[in-house]
Each structure stands twice: as C-alpha cells, then as structure tokens.
C-alpha cells in the first residue's frame, strides 16, 4: 500500500509540541480530532521494543478535552453516559462510554471531575462537543460548554515512574491509577493524571500552558537521558495486544457498548437518567448477535485500510477485522474482529483474503496479553 503525505494546515491543527517531535524524528501521523497525531517514529516495531522497556514521551495533544461547567453540568455529563456517575469523586478519572438516544456509542472518553460544577471530557475521536452543546439546548441546562487550550504530553514505559518522580518528586509514585493531582515543577503547577493508552504504565499531564508545555517537554528528555527516554506515540501493536480499543477503528456509531464488551461500565440498575437507557434495557434482554473479539492469523504483515471480512469453510461471514498488525510477541497478525455469534463461542478457524492471497485464522479472547 503506497504512502502518502500528510499537508498540513489550518484546519488541521498541529499541536505546541509538534516542532519537537519533528526534531526527534516523527516518520508518519495519523489525523485525530481535526489535528495532527504521530504514528510512528523510528518503525512501528522499533518503538514497540522501545516502549515495553523504557520510557517514551508522547504528544497526545490531540486527545481534546470538552469542558463543561455550570449549574447543571452534572445532569449533562450523565445524560451522556451509561455509567453511573451519581458518586463520582473531584480528583478521579472515569472511563464511560458515551451512547445516543438509540444506544449506539458515541465516543469512549476519560471524564475528569475537577469541581461539582466542572468536568473535562478527554475524547476520542469524534466531535463529542457538538453532541453536548445539542443536548444542552435542547434540554436548557444551564452550562458552559467550551474546548479548553489543554495540550496532554503522555510519559509512558515500565520507567515512567522513575522520569516523572525524578521532576515532580516521589510522591506521584503514590499516585493511583485513574486519580489526578496537581504537581509543582519549577514554578509551574500540572495536571498529572496516573492513566494512558498504553499497558506499560504512565502518567498523562494536562498542560494548560503552552510555553510550560513546550519546557516541560524539554526538562522531560533532559532529566530522562539516563532512563533512554524517546519521542514516542501510542503504539499499533502494543495497544491491540493490550485491547485498548480506538473509537472510530475497532467500534464506533455503528455498535452497542455490549457488543464492545462495556458491560461494567452500563448502569441500568441505578436511578440515574442516561440517553439510550431503554433501549440498552431491550438490547440487554433480547442479547447480541456479535461482539469483539480476538483473531491470530498465520502471516506477517497486513494492511488495515477498512475492514476485512472473515469466511468459514462453508463461505459464510463469521465477521470483520477491525484493525490489525503484526506482532513481534505472537509471532503472527493479531486484531481486533466483530465476531458474530456462535463463531466467538466456537473459536474455529477462519479464512481472510490479504494481498489477494488467502490465509488462515483464529478466533480468541481480549485482551491477547
């Protein structure tokens, strides 16, 4: 599959962190909420190796926060989510789909409860802010509804622990997975969060600073040269073997959070009041007809430019590749397929056509590590 370049420009927004990570040798980005998101950096294999051990830094800028504030900020903020967000915490991180009036997701954000009356929503990739000023309207809450100048960096790696006490001091060690907490470095307080979309272990730090950002980026490779910190990005490979799912890749408007394997976030016994509940009480009841799944296919390489369906011996669709990538662990193709039901409970072989070559598969469980 030829490559092709990415043009910048104004409605494709770069990020305060992108001429750094030009200097550290970015190879390729993807496009993620109208900006721009590195992919690669030396290989996507190379920064694999890298990333499970040491530390990379990422700009995940990209991931936009929806501020929403006001007297009934948490009325909105729950009649978007199946979650039951009824006691939430000020300084925790809640990940909770986000479903339509038909219960179809809408995007996976991380909620940040920063006051009563304020909350970020750290989102995927869909315009998440446009669903809320809708609602919001439509049901006259009194809220503020805006897109912060918020510029996440991520420190990720098993030495993420040892980079960032080293700035921020030994205290954020203590900090638990999914709290936030603002730390002091050199005059300046950030917005640490022990989270990010990686299984290796890291921090995400909220930078509501441009120029802060833009040093602490520098300060980041400075004090980590002895732990071989790198400019890295969230990882094809690493992510699907952890079955960190992507909204818009593996599930998107097209899907139920069942059928995405979000049972534990859907509260449909609470009193709360949440878009879409009845009909996830109706899907509840009637069961699904497909969910995600796991798939091993035996070759080496695979291109992911849309899905990829899956036949059994008998030529019938068993389901769909979602996204895929060849895993130096595995030593074959893993992804992440809407499996269609029996196949995900009979785990059979497959057939999938890849380079106009057919190969063979298997169904299996998430995540693969």
């Known amino acids: 599959m030829k490559n092709f370049p990415i043009?910048?420009?104004?409605?494709?927004?770069?990020?305060?962190?992108?001429?750094r990570i030009e200097s550290h040798g970015v190879s390729s980005y993807t496009v993620y909420n109208?900006?721009?998101?590195?992919?690669?950096?030396?290989?996507?294999?190379?920064?694999?190796?890298?990333?499970?051990?040491f530390v990379q830094v990422?700009?995940?800028?990209?991931?936009?926060?929806?501020?929403?504030?006001?007297?009934?900020?948490?009325?909105?903020?729950?009649?978007?989510?199946?979650?039951?967000?009824?006691?939430?915490?000020?300084?925790?991180?809640?990940?909770?789909?986000?479903?339509?009036?038909?219960g179809f997701l809408v995007n996976d954000p991380?909620?940040?409860?920063?006051?009563?009356?304020?909350?970020?929503?750290?989102?995927?990739?869909?315009?998440?802010?446009?669903?809320?000023?809708?609602?919001?309207?439509?049901?006259k809450f009194k809220v503020e509804i805006k897109e912060p100048n918020v510029n996440i960096l991520a420190v990720q790696g098993p030495l993420s622990d040892d980079l960032m006490s080293k700035l921020f001091g030994e205290e954020i060690r203590e900090?638990?997975?999914?709290?936030?907490?603002?730390?002091?470095?050199?005059?300046?307080?950030?917005?640490?969060?022990?989270?990010?979309?990686?299984?290796?272990?890291?921090?995400?730090?909220?930078?509501e600073d441009n120029t802060a950002g833009q040093d602490l980026y520098d300060y980041l490779f400075e004090y980590g040269a002895e732990y071989n910190v790198?400019?890295?990005?969230?990882?094809?490979?690493?992510?699907?073997?952890?079955?960190?799912?992507?909204?818009?890749?593996?599930?998107?408007n097209r899907d139920n959070p069942f059928e995405a394997n979000f049972d534990r976030f859907i509260n449909l016994e609470s009193?709360?009041?949440?878009?879409?509940?009845?009909?996830?009480?109706?899907?509840?009841?009637?069961?699904?007809?497909?969910?995600?799944?796991?798939v091993k296919i035996d070759h080496n390489k695979i291109d992911m430019y849309c899905e990829k369906t899956l036949y059994d011996d008998n030529n019938n669709i068993i389901g769909y590749v979602r996204s895929a990538a060849y895993s130096p662990t595995f030593k074959k193709v893993i992804g992440i397929a809407m499996i269609n039901k029996p196949y995900w409970q009979k785990k059979d072989q497959f057939r999938i056509e890849i380079d106009e070559k057919?190969?063979?598969?298997?169904?299996c469980d998430l995540p693969f590590i």
């Open 358 to 363: 057919i190969y063979v598969g298997t169904v």
């Open 58 to 102: 990422w700009d995940v800028a990209a991931e936009r926060q929806v501020e929403i504030t006001g007297k009934d900020s948490s009325e909105l903020v729950q009649l978007m989510t199946c979650r039951d967000l009824s006691k939430s915490k000020i300084g925790r991180c809640y990940y909770a789909p986000l479903i339509d009036n038909e």
């Open 271 to 294: 009193n709360v009041n949440f878009l879409g509940k009845e009909k996830l009480i109706e899907i509840k009841q009637n069961g699904i007809n497909r969910k995600l799944m796991g």
């Open 230 to 252: 790198k400019a890295g990005c969230p990882n094809l490979i690493e992510r699907i073997e952890s079955a960190l799912l992507s909204y818009g890749n593996d599930f998107d």
């Open 110 to 139: 991380i909620i940040n409860k920063l006051a009563e009356d304020k909350w970020w929503l750290s989102i995927a990739d869909s315009d998440v802010i446009f669903f809320a000023k809708g609602l919001a309207a439509g049901n």
């Open 175 to 207: 900090l638990k997975f999914f709290n936030f907490k603002y730390f002091d470095f050199r005059g300046k307080k950030y917005f640490v969060a022990r989270s990010g979309w990686s299984k290796q272990g890291g921090y995400e730090i909220y930078v």
């Open 7 to 19: 043009i910048k420009s104004r409605r494709l927004r770069s990020t305060p962190y992108t001429d």
């Open 34 to 53: 109208h900006m721009l998101l590195p992919a690669t950096f030396k290989s996507l294999e190379s920064d694999y190796k890298h990333l499970k051990k």
